[in-house]
């Protein structure tokens, strides 16, 4: 009996020393740094993206990610009950939207991450965090290899054939697909790109009987 009510003093003095704590400058400080650093992930998203489409929707997302953990880990600092009431909230959200690039997710996380240490009131630890993985992350973008991947489209004639797989043998490429009618044939192939060295793509062209060419940027999603 004497250990409860000694975890209940202790609790209540925890709650009443956060709530002492928890001020409206204590709150907009917090909500800022959490915005600030939402604000630099969205930056390094929106310039330095590698996916085909860039996703304003996705973007802002993060933003909110960012603000909206902040403020949960506010809530939560401010009683040590409501933190397990929480806790068995946040279990039951479930997400149905497909995060299709695996990079989509890193940058949730570095959202979450960011809101996280924000709403502990680690400022340091948020600004710190968020600008070296914003240096890491441009940094890498600039030491891509020279090489890149590419999807190649190419629709013709079946005459074309052998013209066309000609052309094909004298690049590396990887079968992707391959569609057949009576009379017209389409493939697309994966193939490696030298600094942008594209002269294939109108060699393909000025074949006989070839319809059209295609290039497109494989980030490894195809369907």
């Not at 004298?170 to 490696?192: I, P, W």
Request: charged share 20%; proline share 0%.
């Amino acid at each position: 009996m004497d250990r409860f009510n000694f975890l209940q003093e202790l609790i209540a003095g925890q709650q009443f020393q956060f709530l002492d704590e928890l001020r409206v400058e204590s709150v907009l400080l917090t909500l800022g740094v959490a915005l600030f650093c939402g604000i630099c992930i969205f930056l390094v998203y929106r310039f330095f993206h590698r996916s085909v489409l860039y996703s304003e929707n996705f973007n802002l997302l993060i933003v909110m990610v960012c603000i909206i953990t902040a403020f949960i880990i506010i809530t939560i600092g401010t009683n040590i009950v409501l933190t397990l009431g929480m806790v068995g909230a946040l279990s039951i959200v479930r997400f149905r939207a497909a995060v299709k690039d695996p990079l989509d997710v890193g940058f949730l996380f570095w959202g979450v991450a960011a809101g996280l240490t924000a709403g502990a009131r680690l400022y340091l630890v948020a600004l710190v965090g968020t600008t070296f993985l914003a240096v890491i992350y441009i940094g890498f973008h600039y030491l891509r290899f020279d090489k890149r991947a590419f999807l190649l489209i190419v629709r013709y004639h079946k005459d074309a054939e052998k013209n066309v797989l000609s052309k094909l043998a004298q690049m590396r490429y990887k079968l992707k697909n391959r569609t057949t009618s009576e009379k017209h044939r389409e493939m697309t192939v994966e193939v490696k790109v030298h600094h942008n060295a594209t002269a294939f793509v109108e060699a393909l062209e000025n074949t006989e009987d070839v319809n059209s060419v295609v290039l497109v940027e494989y980030t490894g999603d195809y369907s």
